[in-house]
């Protein structure tokens, strides 16, 4: 399996095997061993591989892969990356390819944080904000703010940010604890928690950056304008507190507080995008099918397999949901032949019952009610199987609710079939089941359909 | 006195071997599909038209219809008739 562009116009030094491993102890490292962590910031090499640009010269940093079973997300990473490469901001280092990993420009050296006067700060801060609130917009959050992630280099006498995005995950937390004289303290703090919203975790974080660099003492803070003692105290509000105890929602209002603190005029600053909820992202479903289809083959023809479990399921599992992903657009568009055709190569890769659903609504709009009768039968039967894939740890409950969702449409699918029949009491009771689970507007108009049969078939 | 050594050897290099490997599937995350790859609802099945919409939508449309082609036929009858006074 491919992990970094092996060939063509980067040449690339290093073994992604060293990198995945460095990122993989990271997580203990900060998480559960971060009483031994020494203070002072570290070389973080270990953390990319480097290459240089056959083409342009120069150097790069490489953001190999992991492992083949990390390949989703691998994809969701790149994902991000793609964004980063569109947006094409002067404040990040520029993503010069994307897939398999992702190459960057040689960013700046990560430096410790300069002490700086509060408009220098603030100016810093608000270039930071700006990529977050465009990134935001674009469905990228969760960022990393850390001197290895967001550098700062010098440019005609002013600093600039340089934002390595993608970064890697609990590379912050490490810096924040070199950085910090109390490690106890500083693993605990609530914007490390894992359960923060992304939009949340980024304006903390931001907060902190801004502090990161400011020097001034509480007397000069006294001495300043109302209306940037206002943005200061909100400002620290939103590090001692959270954003919400600073009353601000998005990156934009955040810039605000920025811009009074840079003194610069409000009109000079282009409007940034308001994001409050984080839109999701996702990866190109026919990307994703070229190249996982291209790593079954691969793994066939080398019969590379681990020593305890085959790494294929790692790829086959992701590779049969981009399937149905795209069957579900095909079914959206009115494409039912082409839809047929994706779930049931889905379904070859992976018998999961929600495939089966879709299968027997698929065969019934063809009109080929006998399979979509056993579809929706195999459906059931498969649901009640043992699954051997589990939910990953803390998200049973989100696990539970998708379950039901799409029990909700098997009973459904079932009962509709059975209206067509004419069965109406195995109508009824699927619909009534379906409405129980997860009641939508397609089961009520179906139960309303189901007592219409009711009445005309009923005498008098 | 070498046969023993050579078991004793056997059996720790087994141990050794069933123990990295053990160790190795335990860091070996459980395969799970993507949980949050749901851009577009799944497909669902059409409620029958004939039961849901039917009896109320097809009478009206069918004296939708009516209705027009008698004004059709008003119309052009109209024209044919005003045409022939015109003549």
Request: charged residues 25%; aromatic residues 6%; hydrophobic residues 45%.
């Amino acid at each position: 399996m491919r992990r970094f562009p092996e060939e063509g116009r980067f040449d690339v030094r290093g073994n992604p095997d060293d990198v995945a491993s460095a990122r993989h102890v990271l997580w203990k490292y900060t998480r559960l061993w971060y009483r031994n962590i020494e203070p002072g910031l570290s070389k973080k090499r270990a953390y990319w591989l480097l290459g240089s640009d056959r083409q342009a010269g120069g150097q790069v940093y490489i953001h190999p892969r992991g492992e083949a079973y990390a390949w989703a997300e691998d994809l969701a990473i790149e994902a991000v990356a793609r964004r980063v490469q569109a947006l094409a901001s002067p404040y990040t280092v520029p993503v010069l390819q994307v897939g398999p990993g992702i190459v960057f420009a040689a960013p700046p050296p990560a430096c410790p944080r300069p002490s700086l006067p509060i408009e220098a700060a603030a100016a810093c801060a608000l270039q930071a904000c700006d990529v977050v609130a465009r990134l935001h917009e674009q469905g990228c959050g969760r960022l990393g703010f850390g001197p290895s992630h967001l550098r700062l280099v010098e440019q005609s006498g002013d600093l600039q940010v340089r934002w390595l995005v993608p970064g890697v995950a609990d590379l912050d937390l490490l810096e924040a604890l070199e950085t910090t004289d109390d490690c106890e303290a500083e693993a605990m703090h609530p914007r490390w928690g894992l359960n923060v919203d992304p939009i949340q975790h980024d304006l903390w974080q931001l907060a902190f950056f801004f502090f990161s660099l400011l020097a001034m003492d509480t007397r000069a803070q006294a001495a300043l304008e109302p209306d940037r003692r206002e943005a200061l105290r909100t400002l620290t509000q939103i590090r001692d507190g959270g954003p919400e105890a600073g009353g601000i929602q998005d990156a934009a209002a955040m810039a605000g507080l920025f811009t009074v603190l840079a003194r610069l005029p409000r009109a000079g600053v282009e409007p940034l995008p308001v994001v409050r909820v984080l839109p999701r992202l996702y990866p190109d479903w026919d990307e994703v099918i070229v190249e996982g289809e291209a790593m079954l083959e691969e793994a066939r023809l080398q019969r590379e397999r681990d020593s305890h479990r085959d790494w294929v399921v790692y790829v086959k599992l992701p590779l049969a949901a981009a399937y149905h992903q795209r069957a579900s657009r095909a079914w959206a568009r009115g494409d039912v032949g082409a839809a047929l055709g994706d779930v049931d190569r889905a379904l070859a890769l992976d018998d999961h019952a929600p495939y089966h659903t879709t299968r027997a609504v698929l065969l019934d709009m063809l009109d080929r009610r006998t399979e979509a009768r056993a579809a929706i039968a195999t459906a059931f039967k498969v649901d009640a199987r043992q699954e051997n894939t589990q939910p990953p740890w803390g998200e049973q409950d989100t696990d539970n609710n998708a379950k039901n969702v799409e029990r909700a449409r098997a009973h459904l699918t079932r009962g509709i079939l059975a209206l067509r029949e004419r069965s109406l009491d195995a109508a009824e009771e699927d619909l009534r089941r379906a409405e129980e689970l997860d009641p939508t507007p397609a089961s009520a108009r179906a139960r309303a359909a189901v007592r219409r049969a009711r009445e005309r078939t009923q005498p008098g | 006195m070498k046969r023993r050594g050579l078991g004793w050897s056997a059996l720790v290099l087994f141990t050794w071997f069933s123990w990295v490997d053990a160790a190795r599937a335990d860091i070996l995350p459980e395969p799970s599909r993507p949980k949050d790859w749901d851009e577009h609802p799944a497909p669902t099945p059409d409620v029958p038209l004939e039961d849901a919409l039917a009896r109320r939508l097809l009478p009206l449309l069918a004296i939708g219809m009516a209705g027009g082609s008698a004004l059709v036929a008003l119309k052009r009858a109209r024209i044919h008739v005003s045409a022939r006074r015109g003549s």
